[in-house]
């Protein structure tokens, strides 16, 4: 039987130059958003979401140099590629995304302080386990795991999220 702790939750650090690191920060600071969405179909809408369009310069981008770095995604359909910004306080709830892989990417190029909070948490064997918001990190997980982003205590918190199936 398959455990959590069997499917795929990981990171990489320093994953794009400062220079495009900068550019992504840029544009999630600058797109323009709409009133989140529903984790689970029963819970309240949270945050803000900025669809990324395939035709803009940082979904292109993204989407290469993950071709480029990921090979198990080369077979692999990049259906939806957004920024999630979620307010001081904020509090997500924990969903799934469904079949296939979530990469989250971390671009605020502030030094992260451990009590900003900011985290990725996972639902792993009955545990709590969590992903920093470190910046420039690209994590990974299987979109099955159960999971939730966490709010940083004084500022807006922005990720994109680019998802394959």
Known sequence: M???????INYSDNFFTQKEQEIIFNYCRSANYTYGERDNPNTMIT????????????????????????????????YRMYVNCFSPM???YFHTDGDGYTFLYYPDPAIHELDEGGETQF?????????????NRMSIFDGTIKHRATPFRTKHRFTVAIKYQ
């Open 90 to 92: 904020e509090m997500p």
């Open 123 to 135: 639902i792993v064997d009955g545990n709590i386990m969590g992903i920093m918001p470190i910046s």
């Open 2 to 8: 398959e455990t959590q702790e069997e499917r795929i």
């Open 47 to 78: 945050g803000m979401v900025h669809d990324i369009p395939n035709t803009e310069f940082v979904f292109k981008l993204i989407s290469k140099t993950l071709y480029d770095r990921v090979e198990f995604i080369r077979d692999m359909k990049l």
